[in-house]
């Protein structure tokens, strides 16, 4: 059996390249990316936990966080969509207004 | 070192590795000759006569067109993303191609002719190398492997090769690749939802996601108590008989959704010809365009396998308790029932709008879908 | 060095899907075209699907290569595909002192999970083995049926306000979409005509 330090250090690496990729990145889209990427992590922390405790309880955060992940890239993409439509860019530091 | 190969079970993944040989090979016959039938009865159908020069009847075509398909030049057009358009092609193939370690060709423990005498070689084999190695070939299970969640891995496999698709219609740099691949994913992601919802009507019947279980649960009544039929493991006598209710009308939704997931006539949107050319493939020639044609026939044999193993009771049939060499022909049979259906279709059926296919999808099947699983659930409670 | 001794099968598993699951996260965030960044997550959820069989969750890794691969993004490959967003040239120039914020981050990670560690120690496995579809369903619709009920609503509220959001503002717009769906719609005899030149084609 694989120990569950070497899966805790893995999602470690994972969610820390998610938060170097929401800093690097100006792209609208990869920075969603990056946020999937950090959920991911964490749910690879909750299954490693779930495991080692023989507690299905983990796995079932998991679940949720998959179904909110879906309905917040659905909402999120459609942001995007709108954003583009008027600005013409998916860079997000010329989205700074709060108007169109 | 030595832990981590005691921690291998040789005997398993050497069989695993051969039945994985030979059930590929079995499906890329039963690809080659769905492609040569394809054309046969479409001719008939549409009163010529088709491919009849290669071989007997035309029956090495699929060979000639192989032959051919490898030594045509690999035309890689100036203008494509070369990385992407390369591993397009595979990403489409090889999802599809990782489905088949599930199906359920056969019954389990068939007896095999011969299988006393290979036992006896291969263990005494392994004891004069010192193996250690327990083998019993008298019986065998024709099926690589399953597992509690056959089902939503079929699901997530099928689920990739949209990529292959996107990723062709993207990298191609052509307008028309790009318009294909965008219909493609979009109706691919649609029917899905019909498809698997459509599948949840017999599994509140099973009981169970492991496609072999749902498969042995139909062989009561000698081997017709398949589930559109309303067999289940759970009811007895004629009350169960409701079930086939919504299985039937579970088999129907299941049906249009898989033709309409397998890019298939009537649905055939994103290679329209009069349309887009080719779809996403326009740009491909050669051996890379063959492993897009060879998906989309290794797909069509998918989601017939599931249909078979769901609702016509997989490999179950008459007389398959005295027989049990017959689960395997009634199996192929079965498959090539769905095979020869889409052929038929194609042949019969003109091409559906966008608009309308859309339409068709999202208010129609999924509605549908969702209240056929009501009415399963529905019946199951009343019933049992 | 003893877990190094007792090296198993499964070990290398973690390794492989590991190694890929990292340098496909590199991927992501350091390509410039987003279409290859998206292509890389594609790959960390597949590898990750594999990290959650190693850990016996068969169901969650069957679900995590639906959900995620196989719908979100998809979805975000679609919206790629459909803005044709360009490579972007211009590097971030305002918050360029933002990302040496990383390096501060990642060691206070690294020490919290050694914090963990050393709190929980290295545990052995559990016996028990959760993941077969029926020991999860049997949380999810027993003790966990509220926070469920309540993703469905929240699918719901997403449904809405995305259809809300990607319609088009203007009512002229939607009156012309309309219209020439209506008159798309009509039958035509030019359209019977052509299907049926069609089948004897």
Redesign the interface.
Known sequence: ??????????S??????????V?????A??L???I??ML?SV??TL??F????????G??F???V??????????G??????L?RTRET??V?EADLLKL | ?S??IN??DFPYVLGALIKVAIFWITIMIICAYAVYAERRVLAVIQNRLGPNRVGWQGLLQPFADLIKFIFKEDIIPMSVNRA?YVMAPVISLVPAMMVLIVYPFGPDDLPLPGGEFLTQVVNDLSTKLGLGWNVDLRTVDLHVTH???GI??V???T??G??GI??A??ASNSKYS?LG??RS??QM?SY?LGLSLSVVAVLLMAGT?DLTEIVRQQSGWGGMRWNIFGGTSAGEGLKSLAMAVPAIFAFFIYLISAIAETNRVPFDLPEAE?ELVAGFHTEYSALKFALFFIAEYVNMTTVSVLATSLFLGGWNGPFINVFPWLGPIYFLAKVFFFLFLYIWLRGTL?RLRY?QLMNFGWKFLLPAALFNIALAATIAVLVY | ME?F????????F?LAF?SL??VA??N??LQRN??Y???G??V???S??G??L???????????????????M??????????N?RE?D???D??KY??F??VP??LA??A??MA??KT?G????????????E??A???FT??LL??EA?SV??L???V???L??RRESKEETDEIEEA?TV??QPTPIVEES?EE??HA
């Open positions: 059996m694989v120990p569950l330090s070497w899966y805790l250090a893995l470690a690496v994972l969610f820390t390249i998610g938060v170097a990729g800093l690097i990145q100006r792209n889209i990869v969603f990316m990056c999937e990427l991911n749910n690879l299954v490693a779930s495991r080692f405790l023989g507690d299905v309880t796995q079932l998991v679940f949720i998959m179904v909110v992940a879906a309905a917040e890239a659905a909402v993409l459609a942001i995007i969509i709108a583009f998916l860079n530091d | 070192m832990s981590l921690s291998i992407l597992f509690n969640v939503l891995y699901f997530a496999m689920g990739l949209v990529y996107v990723v219609g993207w790009l691949g965008l994913s979009a992601v899905e996601l009069t003109p608009d | 877990q001794a007792q090296i198993q099968v499964s070990h290398l973690f590991a699951a990292v996260a590199f992501v965030i987003p279409i960044s998206a292509i997550l594609i960390v959820m597949c990750l699907a990290l959650f190693t850990l016996a969750a068969e169901f969650i890794a069957a679900i995590q290569i639906i959900v995620y691969a196989g719908a979100i998809v979805l975000f490959v679609f919206v790629i595909m459909l803005l967003v972007e211009a590097k971030a305002r918050q933002l990302k914020l990383a981050l990642f990670l690294i919290e999970v963990v560690l929980i290295n545990p052995a496995a559990s016996e028990t083995v959760p993941g077969a579809v020991t999860v049997e949380g999810m003790t966990y926070p469920f993703t929240l699918i509220m997403a449904i306000g995305s259809m959001l990607a769906l798309a719609n299907s069609e089948v």
